[in-house]
């Protein structure tokens, strides 16, 4: 702890420093921003402050050198910048002679590595032209690339080099403007030390006289389960201390030994708790929203714009379209899915334009439609022209031959991205004054983005003409730059890292974060210039020994920093799953306190008034009497069994009880698939959908309808990222092939296209093929084949070999059956054609639409409805092959399988009467054309009325449970296997169904499908 006779020599020092005038300028030199907090408000807190400034030994230099430097003959100079420091690496990598450290920069991450490297030397002040006679040979690689790139920086400062000019300006002036008080205790390097030299000679510099190191009051330990009860523990030890002690809050805070997770999470909780604070989280313009989005559109531009990573960035920002417009992401995303885009700026446009002309070949009368249909190839355009107008200009600063053409192609590309200046200012805000603060951040950070890609343009100045790589490399380095952060410092409680906290004086510190090689950290030595070479060549070079003591250093000055200190470490690391022990300064401070060796295994049975030791989050809640939010109370209240309570006076509470209670029971209602009677305008809309795969749908499972059907979800597939050639494209190019194949061949009712007993030539099959192969020409060039060349190949051989078998059984089942077909894609309730009607007994006439693949006629006057299958042949293992005298034992499987009976409804309406006679077959294509089905007779018909009865009336009736189906140990349940709602159903779904199908209201659905058990 800093003592007040420490302050009251710092009072002492700057009263004679300014020799009576109050308002003289004066510069105070800190260790850090926290020290520099406290310090002012404490001198301040009497008599008040003017002309006043707190900073670092490096901010007086600039403050110092800027009139010096500007009037050198040799030319105004510049400090070293990001970009700068990049640009020069780069020339000096390309022009030095191949070594062990140059070749490091052929990846990214040596690259980064060199670049901060030549930064530390830059700041020890290395000589890259002294070399020790022990210096290793690869520390000699590092001296060569340092003196090249020293060489290519020009007359850029490095910061010793400022330090020395600032030192030059105090030796020229005869009067400065400033005086100067050193109110610090750590050691400064060569070139600080000539400046303080030179303020001293000239009488400007003042020291603040040094105390004893005092002892703190008082310290208490905290043992919590994880680093999250820890954050929150720590927030409740601050509200504690507010409530008890009349501090302000800038008198109290958080250090912590990592950033990462404790910077976020007690920005968090802090924020949730109504805390005001300064939490000094690094974040760059990189991170921001500009600097992202900048960043992603060079990165999509080298990685040839593939469509889930350019929709991901679409939607991340408030992007714009070519035309200025907000980009609608979720229609393009589903857009770009469909139509299959994967990689390539010719592919996005191939592939876009081929779904559009497939999209307005679906002409409708319907109004509505076409106003959709059109919005969504407007919506096709305008994705199409962004992402061409975003490459162009993308390319175009890539590619540019000056700095200057750099600097205007990346402005123009930002606008494009984000849109003008006027559209910024304009984004939009909200009565949420955090969310405000936000938006705000934002504009700032986009002003720093556009100053920051501006001042490119002075590259030309000093740089090499750039280059595709360098430029992206130099406006990588440029936005690395720090931004400021959510909150202002000095207004709240202060959080930083431990050593922050150097040089403070507050009335409570907590310190989260205690484990065991977090502090102290770990140390190792740097990769490529080690700690031997480090000590020859520069004695502010930091090393491992001299990293741990810096540690040590900082740890001492926090435990002295307030008059109470809380210690907290944490069991278990909860996102690694692993135990974690307390740091070996926690374990010094507890054996100090209990004046014995304690080990980990002590902490938890130890009992003493200075340990805290938490088993879970609930403990901490059932034994905390402080809560930081009206959350934690909540929650609180609810552990300690007065959930219920709180539901009384929260509406979306009690609802979510019931809901989880009545899933946990199973209980049918509206919380596991009873919504009740459909509203009259939903039914309608529903009864005009009628489909028999619909329908189908219901009977496997009713919530699969509710989600699909009733309520309009889908799941849009990325045909671009499909590996292979989904089923449902490989059954449409079938049916397409066989159309084609077999319309030459059509006949009528009374006389065949092709005589039954006429099988098929060689010569037809090699039409049959010639048609596959140029059908399978589109496919690919759809994007319909997947990803994986090889495997299509084995996929459209596969496909050859099962439609010439399908041909040849097709010859034997005409021959044997004495069949014709006689139509193909047969429609019904479409392009004209009277709609299929089913009268039900209780639910009156339903109307159904649809094609039926292929229609035969027989030498007898009966039908033949033919359905190709050209998936997998299982679902259809229980029907009966064609010709085996076999009876189907359910035509309708259950509610599961009801096209054949429909379509052998629409094929006699179509080409018969009510008593002609039809039999319904698969095709399984991928078995040869095995064709499998029974004949649609009476008892068929009247189980299909039977199985449309519950299943219309279960629909608007608005019965949806949830039915898995048969339970399977090695796949899961047998109707979740491929269901893009899986994840929305529970893992207990199978006792919810056991439990709901004794429902009375489940009755009806359940004599239709039966149980699994029933199977």
Not at 177 to 182: A, I
Not at 274 to 284: E, I, N, Y
Not at 385 to 398: F, Q, S
Not at 536 to 544: C, N, W, Y
């Given at each position: 702890m800093v003592s007040a006779d420490r302050f009251e020599a710092a009072r002492a020092t700057l009263l004679d420093a300014r020799a009576g005038d109050p308002l003289a300028r004066t510069h105070v030199i800190v260790p850090g921003t926290i020290a520099a907090i406290t310090l002012r408000r404490t001198l301040a807190a009497s008599s008040?402050?003017?002309?006043?400034?707190?900073?670092?030994?490096?901010?007086?230099?600039?403050?110092?050198?800027?009139?010096?430097?500007?009037?050198?003959?040799?030319?105004?100079?510049?400090?070293?910048?990001?970009?700068?420091?990049?640009?020069?690496?780069?020339?000096?990598?390309?022009?030095?002679?191949?070594?062990?450290?140059?070749?490091?920069?052929d990846d990214l991450a040596g690259a980064r590595l060199l670049e901060r490297l030549v930064g530390e030397l830059d700041r020890a002040d290395v000589d890259p032209l002294h070399r020790p006679t022990d210096l290793s040979p690869r520390a000699g690689d590092v001296l060569d690339l340092y003196a090249d790139y020293r060489h290519h920086l020009g007359g850029a400062l490095t910061p010793p080099e400022l330090l020395r000019a600032a030192a030059a300006a105090v030796r020229a002036g005869t009067d400065l403007p400033v005086r100067v008080l050193l109110a610090t205790d750590e050691p400064v390097n060569a070139a600080e030390r000539e400046l303080l030299e030179e303020l001293s000679a000239a009488g400007h510099l003042h020291r603040v006289p040094r105390e004893a190191s005092p002892t703190t009051v008082d310290v208490h330990l905290t043992v919590a389960p994880d680093a999250e009860e820890e954050v929150r523990t720590a927030v409740r030890r601050v509200v504690d201390h507010l409530e008890r002690h009349p501090v302000r809050p800038e008198r109290l805070g958080i250090a912590f030994s990592t950033e990462v997770p404790y910077a976020r999470m007690l920005a968090e909780q802090l924020s949730a708790a109504g805390l005001p604070h300064h939490v000094a989280v690094r974040r760059r313009l990189d991170e921001t929203l500009a600097g992202r989005t900048l960043l992603s559109a060079l990165q999509l531009h080298r990685r040839g714009y593939p469509r889930a990573d350019t929709l991901t960035w679409l939607s991340a920002a408030p992007m714009r379209t070519a035309d200025g417009e907000p980009v609608p992401s979720w229609r393009w995303e589903q857009i770009s899915r469909e139509a299959g885009v994967s990689r390539g700026l010719d592919t996005w446009r191939l592939r876009l334009d081929r779904w559009s002309r497939k999209q307005a070949a679906h002409d409708?009368?319907?109004?509505?439609?076409?106003?959709?249909?059109?919005?969504?190839?407007?919506?096709?355009?305008?994705?199409?022209?962004?992402?061409?107008?975003?490459?162009?200009?993308a390319d175009a600063a890539l590619t540019a031959t000056t700095w200057t053409d750099v600097s205007n192609g990346l402005l123009a590309l930002l606008r494009q991205c984000l849109g003008e200046p006027t559209v910024v200012d304009g984004w939009s805000r909200s009565t949420s004054a955090d969310l405000d603060a936000v938006v705000e951040r934002e504009q700032q950070a986009h002003t720093d983005v556009t100053r920051a890609l501006t001042d490119l343009a002075e590259l030309d100045r000093t740089s090499a003409p750039p280059t595709p790589a360098s430029v992206a490399d130099v406006v990588a380095d440029e936005l690395r730059a720090s931004v400021p952060g959510t909150t202002t410092l000095g207004r709240g409680i202060l959080v930083g890292s431990i050593a922050d906290f150097t040089g403070a004086e507050l009335d409570l510190l907590v310190v989260v974060g205690l484990t065991e090689d977090a502090a102290p950290a770990r140390q190792r030595e740097h990769p490529v210039l080690r700690d031997a070479d480090r000590e020859l060549l520069s004695p502010h070079l930091a090393t491992v020994a001299s990293r741990r003591a810096d540690a040590r250093d900082a740890w001492v000055a926090a435990l002295g920093a307030a008059r109470h200190v809380h210690l907290s470490t944490a069991r278990a690391n909860t996102r690694s799953q692993r135990r974690q022990f307390p740091s070996p300064w926690f374990l010094e401070e507890a054996e100090r306190l209990a004046g014995r060796r304690v080990s980990m295994e002590d902490l938890t049975a130890l009992t003493a008034d200075w340990l805290t030791t938490y088993d879970s989050s609930t403990d901490a809640l059932l034994r905390t009497g402080v809560f930081a939010s009206p959350h934690e109370l909540d929650v609180a209240i609810a552990v300690r069994g007065g959930v219920d309570v709180l539901a009384s006076h929260d509406h979306r509470l009690r609802r979510g009880l019931r809901a989880a209670r009545t899933r946990a029971?199973?209980?049918?209602?509206?919380?596991?698939?009873?919504?009740?009677?459909?509203?009259?305008?939903?039914?309608?809309?529903?009864?005009?959908?009628?489909?028999?795969?619909?329908?189908?749908?219901?009977?496997?499972?009713?919530?699969?309808?509710?989600?699909?059907?009733?309520?309009?979800?889908?799941?849009?597939?990325?045909?671009?990222?499909?590996?292979?050639?989904?089923?449902?494209e490989r059954g449409t190019l079938v049916h397409a092939v066989l159309e084609q194949f077999l319309s030459d061949h059509l006949g009528d009712t009374e006389r065949p296209g092709r005589d039954p007993g006429e099988a098929w030539s060689d010569a037809d099959l090699d039409d049959l093929l010639r048609i596959f192969e140029d059908r399978v020409a589109g496919f690919v060039a759809e994007g319909l084949a997947g990803r994986h060349a090889a495997v299509w190949s084995v996929e459209r051989s596969r496909l050859r070999r099962a439609l010439t078998a399908a041909l040849q059984a097709d010859s034997e089942s005409r021959r044997r059956n004495g069949s014709w077909p006689i139509a193909l894609e047969m429609p019904f309730g479409r392009d004209g054609h009277p709609d299929l009607e089913v009268y039900l007994p209780t639910q009156g006439p339903v109307t159904f639409a649809g094609f039926v693949d292929r229609v035969d006629a027989t030498i007898d006057g009966g039908l033949v409805v033919l359905d190709y299958k050209a998936g997998k042949a299982a679902k259809?293992?229980?029907?009966?092959?064609?010709?085996?005298?076999?009876?189907?034992?359910?035509?309708?499987?259950?509610?599961?399988?009801?096209?054949?009976?429909?379509?052998?409804?629409?094929?006699?309406?179509?080409?018969?009467?009510?008593?002609?006679?039809?039999?319904?077959?698969?095709?399984?294509?991928?078995?040869?054309?095995?064709?499998?089905?029974?004949?649609?007779?009476?008892?068929?018909?009247?189980?299909l009325t039977d199985a449309l009865e519950v299943s219309v009336s279960g629909i608007r009736l608005g019965i949806f449970p949830a039915n898995p189906g048969k339970p399977d140990d090695s796949r899961g349940w047998d109707a979740c296997r491929y269901c893009a709602f899986d994840r929305v159903c529970p893992d207990t779904r199978g006792e919810q169904w056991r439990a709901a199908r004794e429902s009375p209201a489940v009755a009806e659905y359940r004599r239709l499908v039966g149980t699994e058990e029933e199977a």
């Amino acid at each position: 702890m800093v003592s007040a006779d420490r302050f009251e020599a710092a009072r002492a020092t700057l009263l004679d420093a300014r020799a009576g005038d109050p308002l003289a300028r004066t510069h105070v030199i800190v260790p850090g921003t926290i020290a520099a907090i406290t310090l002012r408000r404490t001198l301040a807190a009497s008599s008040g402050l003017a002309n006043v400034r707190f900073g670092s030994v490096s901010q007086l230099a600039e403050q110092l050198a800027a009139l010096h430097l500007a009037l050198d003959l040799a030319g105004p100079r510049s400090l070293v910048t990001p970009g700068r420091r990049c640009e020069a690496l780069r020339r000096a990598l390309a022009t030095s002679s191949p070594s062990s450290v140059t070749t490091m920069a052929d990846d990214l991450a040596g690259a980064r590595l060199l670049e901060r490297l030549v930064g530390e030397l830059d700041r020890a002040d290395v000589d890259p032209l002294h070399r020790p006679t022990d210096l290793s040979p690869r520390a000699g690689d590092v001296l060569d690339l340092y003196a090249d790139y020293r060489h290519h920086l020009g007359g850029a400062l490095t910061p010793p080099e400022l330090l020395r000019a600032a030192a030059a300006a105090v030796r020229a002036g005869t009067d400065l403007p400033v005086r100067v008080l050193l109110a610090t205790d750590e050691p400064v390097n060569a070139a600080e030390r000539e400046l303080l030299e030179e303020l001293s000679a000239a009488g400007h510099l003042h020291r603040v006289p040094r105390e004893a190191s005092p002892t703190t009051v008082d310290v208490h330990l905290t043992v919590a389960p994880d680093a999250e009860e820890e954050v929150r523990t720590a927030v409740r030890r601050v509200v504690d201390h507010l409530e008890r002690h009349p501090v302000r809050p800038e008198r109290l805070g958080i250090a912590f030994s990592t950033e990462v997770p404790y910077a976020r999470m007690l920005a968090e909780q802090l924020s949730a708790a109504g805390l005001p604070h300064h939490v000094a989280v690094r974040r760059r313009l990189d991170e921001t929203l500009a600097g992202r989005t900048l960043l992603s559109a060079l990165q999509l531009h080298r990685r040839g714009y593939p469509r889930a990573d350019t929709l991901t960035w679409l939607s991340a920002a408030p992007m714009r379209t070519a035309d200025g417009e907000p980009v609608p992401s979720w229609r393009w995303e589903q857009i770009s899915r469909e139509a299959g885009v994967s990689r390539g700026l010719d592919t996005w446009r191939l592939r876009l334009d081929r779904w559009s002309r497939k999209q307005a070949a679906h002409d409708t009368t319907d109004g509505a439609a076409r106003e959709a249909r059109d919005r969504r190839l407007a919506d096709a355009a305008s994705l199409g022209d962004t992402v061409e107008a975003i490459a162009g200009l993308a390319d175009a600063a890539l590619t540019a031959t000056t700095w200057t053409d750099v600097s205007n192609g990346l402005l123009a590309l930002l606008r494009q991205c984000l849109g003008e200046p006027t559209v910024v200012d304009g984004w939009s805000r909200s009565t949420s004054a955090d969310l405000d603060a936000v938006v705000e951040r934002e504009q700032q950070a986009h002003t720093d983005v556009t100053r920051a890609l501006t001042d490119l343009a002075e590259l030309d100045r000093t740089s090499a003409p750039p280059t595709p790589a360098s430029v992206a490399d130099v406006v990588a380095d440029e936005l690395r730059a720090s931004v400021p952060g959510t909150t202002t410092l000095g207004r709240g409680i202060l959080v930083g890292s431990i050593a922050d906290f150097t040089g403070a004086e507050l009335d409570l510190l907590v310190v989260v974060g205690l484990t065991e090689d977090a502090a102290p950290a770990r140390q190792r030595e740097h990769p490529v210039l080690r700690d031997a070479d480090r000590e020859l060549l520069s004695p502010h070079l930091a090393t491992v020994a001299s990293r741990r003591a810096d540690a040590r250093d900082a740890w001492v000055a926090a435990l002295g920093a307030a008059r109470h200190v809380h210690l907290s470490t944490a069991r278990a690391n909860t996102r690694s799953q692993r135990r974690q022990f307390p740091s070996p300064w926690f374990l010094e401070e507890a054996e100090r306190l209990a004046g014995r060796r304690v080990s980990m295994e002590d902490l938890t049975a130890l009992t003493a008034d200075w340990l805290t030791t938490y088993d879970s989050s609930t403990d901490a809640l059932l034994r905390t009497g402080v809560f930081a939010s009206p959350h934690e109370l909540d929650v609180a209240i609810a552990v300690r069994g007065g959930v219920d309570v709180l539901a009384s006076h929260d509406h979306r509470l009690r609802r979510g009880l019931r809901a989880a209670r009545t899933r946990a029971r199973g209980t049918f209602g509206e919380w596991t698939g009873g919504v009740g009677a459909l509203p009259a305008v939903v039914r309608t809309e529903i009864d005009q959908r009628h489909s028999a795969s619909a329908l189908q749908e219901w009977a496997t499972c009713p919530t699969r309808h509710l989600f699909q059907y009733v309520l309009g979800i889908r799941d849009v597939e990325d045909v671009g990222a499909r590996d292979g050639v989904d089923p449902r494209e490989r059954g449409t190019l079938v049916h397409a092939v066989l159309e084609q194949f077999l319309s030459d061949h059509l006949g009528d009712t009374e006389r065949p296209g092709r005589d039954p007993g006429e099988a098929w030539s060689d010569a037809d099959l090699d039409d049959l093929l010639r048609i596959f192969e140029d059908r399978v020409a589109g496919f690919v060039a759809e994007g319909l084949a997947g990803r994986h060349a090889a495997v299509w190949s084995v996929e459209r051989s596969r496909l050859r070999r099962a439609l010439t078998a399908a041909l040849q059984a097709d010859s034997e089942s005409r021959r044997r059956n004495g069949s014709w077909p006689i139509a193909l894609e047969m429609p019904f309730g479409r392009d004209g054609h009277p709609d299929l009607e089913v009268y039900l007994p209780t639910q009156g006439p339903v109307t159904f639409a649809g094609f039926v693949d292929r229609v035969d006629a027989t030498i007898d006057g009966g039908l033949v409805v033919l359905d190709y299958k050209a998936g997998k042949a299982a679902k259809y293992a229980d029907l009966p092959v064609r010709g085996s005298g076999e009876a189907a034992p359910d035509v309708v499987d259950r509610g599961r399988m009801l096209q054949l009976p429909l379509y052998a409804l629409a094929s006699r309406a179509r080409f018969g009467s009510d008593r002609t006679p039809v039999e319904g077959y698969f095709s399984l294509v991928e078995r040869g054309g095995v064709e499998v089905g029974s004949a649609i007779d009476d008892a068929a018909v009247e189980r299909l009325t039977d199985a449309l009865e519950v299943s219309v009336s279960g629909i608007r009736l608005g019965i949806f449970p949830a039915n898995p189906g048969k339970p399977d140990d090695s796949r899961g349940w047998d109707a979740c296997r491929y269901c893009a709602f899986d994840r929305v159903c529970p893992d207990t779904r199978g006792e919810q169904w056991r439990a709901a199908r004794e429902s009375p209201a489940v009755a009806e659905y359940r004599r239709l499908v039966g149980t699994e058990e029933e199977a």
